[in-house]
């Protein structure tokens, strides 16, 4: 029998009910009771949900009020100092507390899972660290599953993963040398498990398939081991996923775990391996088919082909299919676009329907392909009209992408011939002044666009309302004294999201919401075919705001990897591919701001970093491709054009070659939160081009006043060549209010003429 497996399932409910509950009993508007019961119900119907789809094992405790790795700490006890725990059973308001703080103490750090954008909590673990089992919500579901007659199969972050994941006050100390304090605690929750009659349990080690420490290989055999002496009759169904196994294969096949999932949609070309070795060490493996990351629908027939070759290597009963990884990272349900375009939705799936596509791949794997003959042919079918659909595929653009030149790519001259050329344009002063781009988002603002979207204000008073908003940003800039300006971006919903809807090749969902962290959602425009630009996606408003001064005016734009990366991708050509294509319908837009005289044009990068792959080995193809779809997108002017980049982040260690290559005349970045300690990489690097280092944390709502900044100011040019720096924000100010942002940017207006002056009297001097 070729068993039908799920990995996990996204949680908020497809009318995003937890997300509505949880905010709700934050506020204290719905009880305890209330939001457990939402919990409950949304449990049970995705539980039956799956068994109607009909996927064999039903994963429990994938279920979580805001993350699951945060579940873990909390069922280990792994709950630090500052939150009073009493030691007993950690109750939900400590579980609260411990993912957004509350009046008494600050919230645990968040960060990226994997290289998702879903964000996890991370676990604090310091030298000496107790582990004991301090939850029941595990129990708890496994219960309530069994109770709904279902066959439960209760998950947990395995150990290695879990402390690989961790950070620790102490930089040198590694959390991975916990493991053997820590193995005890996964004993005991598999002896009570065993208890409520769970002969299987699931342990998610993504690990397993990123770059290894020794002590995280040692650590691998030690817990597995240990796991197997202390309970062996406890069946370990061991998941890696969003990477190849690569040079950790032996040490995966070596552990002693009943069955092992790979990913084979990250890395399908690890399947003939993992057959190998799954034969050799008498291993069941689960294949991971269908794609938990995308939104495209599974291509049945290769699949197939995949199951009929390791059914044949390992025997039907060795082998079961699955989701390539959990479908947390999926939206729910495609039966809910009732709006989407009918050929486009014919192509995609969602988590619900992917279920159905792991039963019939498993149902194929079990009867052979006769059984699914109807399926496969439906999914052939939309493989043929991907491949050969005109809206997919737009022969101007490959024409286009065919025709990129390495001059393309190249601005005219080097940085200094450029700058020598801006300078005589702009005469700007020292220590020129800018912000990020956005300003405040305020009610009204949000109020209009939503009304214009409903169709309830239509476009010319639409236009009007934000021409006003830009008229009030322009003023206000003017008035304090700003040298570099900006529209204030109030027609942007999101940065990605207002480019998507202009650009051919993209598609939008009305409910794909995906969590990106605790309540909150996302949902990823898509990119179903070759990008391209019908029409100037900026230039009217940036010309209106320079109509209305005689400053600069600094154009913004979104850069392709940041499209790319926030948004669902093709699966049917590269990444690359596909992010050149977006830097060429970037790059046309860039000409068309240099034509209507925009000449310092802003290309925001935020997103670069997180772009990285997870195996080291992969970066520098990855960097070279990112490097040249951003210099391919602003290579076009003139020299005396000026081109700005932004990155709202600080680690730039392990990226400072690239974000020199990208030889952007000025970057912005952020470093007031580190006290400019986070120049460090630019200054060992000797960056060559301007830069303005964030003096404004604008994350926090305080006000900072002059005299800090201009201390921040004063450091940066200890070791920055004062001549090349530029003073502004740390990001965009569009979640903050105007009160903190008008006395805010003036003190920052007014740090920067305090700098020029101490410059003047050391000139003279
Ligand atoms: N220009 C954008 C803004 O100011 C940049 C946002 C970002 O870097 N995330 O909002
Ligand atoms: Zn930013």
């Known amino acids: 029998m070729v068993l039908a497996l799920n990995l996990g399932f996204p949680r908020v409910g497809a009318a995003r009910e937890l997300k509505k509950a949880t905010e709700s009993y934050w506020k204290g508007n719905l009880s305890k009771d209330d939001l457990l019961k939402t919990g409950k119900e949304i449990r049970l119907r995705h ?58 103490t600050i919230a645990m750090e968040m960060t990226k899972w994997f290289d998702t954008n879903y964000h996890y909590i991370v676990p604090e673990l310091d030298k000496g660290q107790m582990f004991t089992l301090s939850s029941m919500k595990i129990f708890e579901e496994v219960m309530e599953a069994r109770d709904a007659g279902l066959s439960a199969v209760p998950v947990l972050i395995g150990p290695v993963t879990y402390l690989s994941l961790a950070k620790s006050r102490d930089e040198n100390f590694d ?53 197997a002496r202390a309970v062996p009759d406890m069946n370990i169904f061991m998941t890696t996923y969003f990477e190849g196994l690569r040079d950790n294969l032996d040490l995966a096949f070596s552990l002693p775990v009943t069955a092992l999932h790979v990913d084979l949609v990250r890395a399908p070309e690890q399947l003939d391996a993992c057959l190998a070795k799954a034969k050799e060490t008498g291993k069941h493996l689960t294949l991971g088919l269908v794609d938990g990351r995308n939104i495209w629908k599974n291509d049945l027939s290769a699949s197939m082909a995949m199951i009929e070759k390791a059914k044949a290597a390992l025997g039907e009963d060795m082998v079961s299919v699955a989701g390539s990884c959990s479908l947390l ?36 794997g079990a009867e052979g392909r006769d ?99 830009i008229e009030h940003v322009v003023k206000y800039q003017e008035d304090i004294g700003m040298d570099v300006l900006v529209h204030g971006e109030p027609e942007r919903n999101d940065m990605v999201e207002y ?60 850069g392709p990897i940041t499209i790319l990366c926030w948004s669902f991708e093709r699966n049917d050509q590269s990444r690359e591919e596909t992010c050149k294509q977006i830097a060429l319908a970037l790059r046309d837009e860039v000409a068309d701001l240099e034509q209507a005289g925009i000449t310092i044009i802003q290309m925001d990068e935020p997103a670069i970093r997180e772009g990285l792959p997870l195996r080291r080995a992969d970066w520098d193809a990855y960097l070279k491709w990112a490097v040249d779809s951003f210099k391919l997108s602003v290579c076009t002017v003139e020299d005396s054009t000026q081109i700005h980049t932004h990155m709202c982040y600080s680690e730039f260690n392990d990226i400072i070659d690239s974000v020199g290559a990208l030889d952007a005349d000025v970057i912005s970045i952020e470093t007031s939160r580190s006290q400019m300690e986070l120049l460090d990489a630019f200054v060992a690097y000797k960056y060559p081009n301007e830069i303005g280092p964030g003096v404004y944390d604008i994350h926090s709502p305080r006000i900072p006043n002059k005299q800090e900044m201009v201390d921040l100011m004063e450091k940066a040019s200890k070791v920055i060549d004062p001549d090349l720096l530029w003073v502004n924000p740390d990001c965009g100010l569009k979640t903050r209010g105007w009160a903190e942002v008008e006395p805010a940017l003036k003190h920052m207006v007014d740090a920067a003429k305090a700098m020029r002056e101490k410059m003047k009297a050391s000139k003279a001097a």
């Open 47 to 104: 539980w039956q949900m799956q068994k109607d789809a009909g996927i064999s094992h039903i994963p429990v405790n994938d279920f979580s009020f805001y993350d699951q790795m945060l579940d873990m700490s909390c069922l280990l006890g792994a709950v630090p100092e500052r939150y009073d725990w009493d030691g007993e059973m950690v109750d939900l308001d400590t579980f609260f507390a411990m993912a957004r703080g509350n009046d008494k």
């Open 371 to 469: 059984a699914i003959s109807a399926e496969l042919a439906a999914s052939d079918k939309v493989a043929e009209d991907r491949k050969t659909s005109s809206r997919i595929h737009n022969p101007k653009v490959k024409e286009r992408m065919a025709a990129i030149t390495a001059d393309m790519i190249n601005r005219k001259n080097s940085f200094d011939v450029r700058q020598n050329a801006q300078r005589d344009k702009y005469h700007l002063p020292a220590f020129p002044t800018t912000s990020i781009g956005s300003f405040p988002q305020t009610q009204e603002i949000r109020k209009a666009r939503a009304a214009f979207k409903k169709g309830d204000l239509d476009a010319a008073s639409y236009e009007t309302a934000m021409k006003k908003e």
């Open 175 to 227: 959390p991975v040398s916990l493991i053997e304090s820590l193995i005890p605690v996964y004993a005991e929750i598999f002896n009570r498990l065993k208890g409520y009659e769970c002969g299987w349990v699931q342990m998610d080690e993504p690990y397993l398939a990123m770059d290894l420490s020794d002590a995280q290989k040692k650590a691998y055999e030690i817990a597995y081991e240990e796991l």
């Open 499 to 558: 480019f998507g809807e202009q650009l051919d090749g993209f598609t939008f969902s009305k409910n794909g919401w995906v969590q990106s962290y605790g309540s909150r959602c996302v949902k990823p425009p898509i990119i179903f075919g070759d990008v391209s630009r019908p029409e100037p996606m900026t230039v009217k408003w940036s010309s209106y705001a320079q109509s209305l001064t005689d400053k600069p005016m600094k154009g913004m734009l979104t």
């Open 329 to 364: 990272h999926s939206p729910i349900d495609l039966d809910l676009e009732t709006a989407m375009d009918p050929q486009i939705k014919s192509w995609l799936a969602f988590a619900k329907q992917k279920l159905s596509e792991i039963a019939t791949l498993a149902k194929g």
